[in-house]
Every structure is written in C-alpha cells, then in structure tokens.
C-alpha cells in the first residue's frame, strides 16, 4: 500500500504478528537503480519475513532492481501488475500490465534470473474490458511458464478508465469463486487470495475454500489488533508476540526512541499507530492525542505515554 506500509509501520506490525508476510509499499524499479537506496530499501531485521514489492515493466531494469534489493536481504521479491494507480499507469506498470501477459512473464523470467530470493507477482482479475475468465488462467500459465510458483490475486477488476484508484479498492465487484477456480486451473502455483478481506473469520473461509493464503490490507492497517494481534494464534496455530494493544504500545517505545534520536519525528512513527486501539475503550481519546501532538516539535515518547493513559484510565 503505497505510503502507508513503510519501514516503522512494518516494525510495528511484527510486534503482533511473529508469522504473517510483511509487504512494503511498492517502490519502482527505476527509483531502486538511480534513486537513495537505502532510504527505499532499508529495513530493521526485526521485520523478517518481510517481501519487496516492485514496479516496472523494463526486464533489465526490473532485473536490476531485483539484484540490488536482494543484497538488502528481503526475503521475497514481488512484481506488482495489480496496483491502479494513475502513477503507475502513467508508467506502464501495475494493473495495466495484465493486459501484456508475455511482457511481464519476461519480467519475472529476467527477475528470477538475477535474484537468490523467490520471485512472485500480485495481479488483479483483469482490467477495463477484459473477461477475467478468459484472460486470468492464461496470464497465470504464461507467469508460471516463466518459473514464477507464488502469486496473489486480487479479486476485483481494475478500470483504469473511470475510477480512481480509491473507487478500485471497493466499487468492482469481488469474484471469490473465479479466484478459487484458478486453484484448478493451475493447480501447481501457490495462491493467495486479496481484496475486501476484513476479518480473520474471512481469511479462515478463505483458507477453508482451498486458498493457499490470504492477503490482508487496509483492515490490518486499521485494527490492527484485531487482525494481526490474533493472527498468528488463530491461523498459524503459534502464540502472539505481545499479549494486547497496550503491551504493543510499550514495545513500540524504544524503537521511537532510537527514530528521535536520529533525528526522525514522532509523527512519522505514530501516524501508524492511530488504529491499535480501534473498537476499544478510550481509543477515540488514544487517536486525538497522538493526532494533535505528535506533530510538535520535541513530542516523543511521553505523548505515547499521555495517550495511553486514556485507555488505561477508561479501562479502570
């Protein structure tokens, strides 16, 4: 999720989940060969299994960018050809690449090629005119001719003509059944199931369909606590990491500390954290705290504290 999942709110996800996947937000493959990479590409090695996502539809460039990135250590490289933003279309990558399904199966053959980490793509059903049942099972057979073995599948077409990329994420209806069909279709592939996914009950039923995984965004990103805090107990049958959201809270405290002392803001850190408490007492309280605050200069780990209270007071 462009300009959400970036470093810290990676490492504030892993204090509540040891297992589930991390993804980064997608960086382009031209601004991982010119660009700062550190800044793109550096991680805190807390946040493992942690996959890059990428962006592009130049082979060597792509190839380029996936050499690079794995002397980083990520753990998988992700070649996205789902996203609908007008950045990326404007750039002949993303979703509008499912409509060049031998183009990006030399991608991903360029990329396997140069990476010692797996490749894998996350695509949509289709885009704009498309008939998702014709064209997803060739563009999945075409990838994995190219040795691709993993990919996730968003469960909703992608019109790059007369939506935004916000109506994307939620007015194209959802075709579970189409995705559950791919299983058949190429049943040597791994694959993951996204879009509209709210609960782990939701992941679970997914799973129980035959999925191979689920792949959870926005409703991870804004509670958190609910999705990753019981994912690892309720799907991969091993304990959580931290016992609830106030814990989380505390553990999060050393880790701002380090960010300010290397001259980071508060907010770049909190802005994440706005949804731990989300459902719970005090939480309203918990949000306008660190809202108003952390922007300010000097505000650290004290206004954390300040907004904790309000959830400790109410749970008095």
């Known amino acids: 999720m462009m300009d959400w999942t970036d470093r810290h709110c990676r490492f504030f996800h892993r204090l509540m989940s040891r297992e589930t996947l991390l993804y980064t937000e997608m960086v382009t493959a031209p601004a991982v060969v010119h660009g700062d990479r550190d800044r793109l590409l550096g ?13 592009g539809s130049d082979r060597a460039e792509l190839a380029q960018a996936t050499r690079i990135a794995a002397e980083y250590g990520y753990d998988e490289i992700n070649l996205n050809v789902g996203c609908p933003s007008d950045r990326v279309q404007s750039g002949a990558f993303g979703a509008v690449l499912m409509t060049q399904p031998a183009l990006v199966a030399a991608c991903v053959a360029a990329m396997r090629a140069a990476s010692p980490v797996e490749v894998t793509v996350k ?12 064209i997803l099972p ?44 791919m299983k058949d279709a190429v049943p040597e592939m791994h694959l993951s199931i996204n879009g509209g996914v709210a609960s782990l009950d939701e992941a679970d039923a997914h799973l129980r369909a035959g999925m191979d995984g689920v792949m959870i965004g926005r409703a991870a990103y804004h509670t958190p606590a609910d999705i990753l805090l019981e994912a690892d107990r309720r799907i991969f049958g091993a304990a959580s990491p ?71 007071q109410r749970a008095a």
């Not at 949804?275 to 306008?288: E, S, V």
Request: with cysteine; glycine share 10%; proline share 8%.
């Open 43 to 55: 991680f805190d090695a807390a946040e493992h299994p942690v996959a890059l996502q990428l962006g």
């Open 123 to 134: 695509c949509r059903i289709g885009v704009d005119d498309q008939e998702p049942a014709h």
């Open 138 to 181: 060739d563009f999945l057979r075409q990838i994995s001719a190219a040795g691709v073995r993993r990919v996730t599948i968003h469960a909703r077409k992608a019109w790059l003509q007369g939506l935004s990329p916000k109506e994307n994420r939620d007015i194209p209806p959802l075709d579970y059944p189409l995705v559950y069909r």
């Open 242 to 312: 931290a016992r609830d959201p106030v814990e989380v809270a505390h553990l999060m405290l050393p880790y701002i500390e380090g960010h300010l002392s290397a001259g980071g803001r508060l907010h770049q850190i909190t802005r994440h954290m706005l949804g731990l408490f989300a459902g719970r007492p005090g939480a309203r309280g918990w949000k306008r705290v660190l809202s108003e605050g952390a922007h300010k200069p000097g505000a650290g780990p004290a206004l954390v504290e300040r907004a904790l209270a309000e959830i400790t």
